[in-house]
């Protein structure tokens, strides 16, 4: 079993009832085990509209956002790392270092 989940997200990914299913699957899972075991990734912006309950609360933790900025690239894979690694809480929400 990994340890992780990694879920990309898109708007392709938010209109795939299959890419849904296994969200819904990865919350339980978190649920069941008492920690953190989603990384989320905003890949591309989404209407709001297509933010469910379930993606709402896995948001509200914590979530990395992909950025074309080459040093907000740097930050987004040394925490992705860095997560992956040693797991923990992604504290910083966005790739500008706030």
Excluded at 3 to 27: G, K, Q, T, Y
Excluded at 50 to 68: F, H, K, N, P
Aim: hydrophobic content about 45%; charged content about 20%; glycine content about 6%.
């Amino acid at each position: 079993m990994s340890r992780f989940i990694v879920l990309v997200l898109s708007p392709d990914f938010l209109a795939s009832n299959w890419c849904l299913l296994e969200m819904h699957l990865a919350r339980s899972r978190a649920t069941s085990e008492g920690h953190d075991v989603i990384v989320p990734i905003i890949l591309h912006e989404f209407p709001v509209a297509q933010v469910t309950r379930t993606l709402e609360a896995i948001l509200s933790r914590s979530y990395l956002e992909w950025t074309d900025d080459r040093q907000g690239q740097t930050l987004f894979w040394d925490k992705l790392i860095t997560k992956l690694k040693h797991g923990g809480n992604i504290r910083v929400l966005d790739n500008t270092g706030v």
